[in-house]
Structure formats: structure tokens, C-alpha cells
T-cell receptor
Framework: SQTIHQWPATLVQPVGSPLSLECTVE??????LYWYRQAAGRGLQLLFY??????ISSEVPQNLSASRPQDRQFILSSKKLLLSDSGFYLC???????????FGPGTRLTVT | DQQVKQNSPSLSVQEGRISILNCDYT??????FLWYKKYPAEGPTFLIS?????DKNEDGRFTVFLNKSAKHLSLHIVPSQPGDSAVYFC???????????FGQGTTLQVKP
């Protein structure tokens, strides 16, 4: 069966520091991968998605970036965090042409 | 521009009764709809979905109804159980883009 991992689970970082969040999927090949953010009291906002290695599409302009160095690895990064980057970050995957997306456990990021 | 709206931030029902969660959308290109359940500090869990060619889909205690003319869908949970207490998100996508657009979520509380 497929599983999705995210780490770390929680992170507290000062403004201006770098960020690296990692997501890996097991049990599937060539998944579509997604990064979402949930701000407090709001829905999920799609940040990036990838349909293959090295293929990244950005949904919103921001100081975040994403990379997919391996088939089942998706990384969310920032060179300098802003206070507004605080939130709950979720990685998700989907199978080929299937519409259902399956989410990881999330990372709670607090920028201080 | 909120394309998917869940106008009720919260809902409280008694155990054993029916829970009805509502969702409205504005984009007529949406042709696939999903419901997710989310506990605090966890990733959303896929519950049930429906294609626009159907008006009803049932899975155990969960039934989703779609009214395309009204651009409205609802999730019925019967009978409601205390373990159903969570935040419920509806999401929609157009098969042209494959991107999920989420509503803001409705917090369901089922009282014993």
C-alpha cells in the first residue's frame, strides 16, 4: 500500500532563516505530487505541483520554491522566511490520471 | 475569488442524527467533487467523491449529493457518531486542469 511521509512534524524558525521541508511517497511510481498550505482558519491553498522529476508548477507568487530531485521526493524550500509563511504545510500525492489526492501528516511551521 | 464556498463554519448535531454539510461552487467547469475529513494537526483524509455525471454517491454512512443546476453539493452522514467530529472540506476540480480547489472547511461537532 502507498504511504506518504513528511518531516519535520513541527518547526519554529526565525524570520529570515532558510526552510526545507521534505515529503516522500512509498508504494507507487511516478505520482503527481503537491504542496499545500493551510493558514489559520482557512482552506487549503495549492502552492506547487509536480507531474514528474524536475517538473514543477507554481500556483502562487511567493518566496517559496519546490523541487523534485527524485520520483517520490518533493521538497519545499525558502531562502528567507517571512512571518506570513507560518502555517500548516501539507504534501499530497495522486495516481496518474486519478483525481483523488492523498495527504501526508503535515508540518506545522511557526515563523517568529 | 472563492470558487468553492462552505458558508457554515461550524455545525453541531446529536449522536445518531443526520449531519448535513453544504458546499457551493461558482465555476461551471468543475466536473469532479470530493470531500475530505481533517482532524487537528493531521493531514486531510479522503472520504468520498462524485463525478458531475452523477447526482448521488453513497459509501456506508456517507452520501454525497450533487445539484449541478444550483452548483451545490452536500455531504450527509447518517447516523452521526462522536468520532465524526472533525473539519470537513469540500473540493472541486476541472478535469482540464486536475487542480483541486478547496472550500474553507466546516467544523462538525457530534455530541454524545
Amino acid at each position: 500500500s502507498q504511504t506518504i511521509h513528511q518531516w519535520p512534524a513541527t518547526l519554529v524558525q526565525p524570520v529570515g532563516s532558510p526552510l526545507s521541508l521534505e515529503c516522500t511517497v512509498e508504494g507507487t511510481s511516478n505520482p503527481n505530487l503537491y504542496w499545500y498550505r493551510q493558514a489559520a482558519g482557512r482552506g487549503l491553498q495549492l502552492l506547487f505541483y509536480s507531474v514528474g522529476i524536475g517538473q514543477i508548477s507554481s500556483e502562487v507568487p511567493q518566496n517559496l520554491s519546490a523541487s523534485r530531485p527524485q520520483d517520490r521526493q518533493f521538497i519545499l524550500s525558502s531562502k528567507k522566511l517571512l512571518l506570513s509563511d507560518s502555517g500548516f504545510y501539507l504534501c499530497a500525492w495522486s495516481e496518474g490520471s486519478e483525481y483523488e489526492q492523498y495527504f501526508g501528516p503535515g508540518t506545522r511551521l511557526t515563523v517568529t | 475569488d472563492q470558487q468553492v464556498k462552505q458558508n457554515s463554519p461550524s455545525l453541531s448535531v446529536q449522536e445518531g442524527r443526520i449531519s448535513i454539510l453544504n458546499c457551493d461552487y461558482t465555476n461551471s467547469m468543475f466536473d469532479y467533487f470530493l470531500w475530505y475529513k481533517k482532524y487537528p494537526a493531521e493531514g486531510p483524509t479522503f472520504l468520498i467523491s462524485i463525478s458531475s455525471i452523477k447526482d448521488k454517491n453513497e459509501d456506508g454512512r456517507f452520501t454525497v449529493f450533487l445539484n449541478k443546476s444550483a452548483k451545490h453539493l452536500s455531504l450527509h452522514i447518517v447516523p452521526s457518531q462522536p468520532g465524526d467530529s472533525a473539519v470537513y472540506f469540500c473540493a472541486a476540480l476541472s478535469s482540464n486542469t486536475g487542480k483541486l480547489i478547496f472550500g474553507q472547511g466546516t467544523t462538525l461537532q457530534v455530541k454524545p
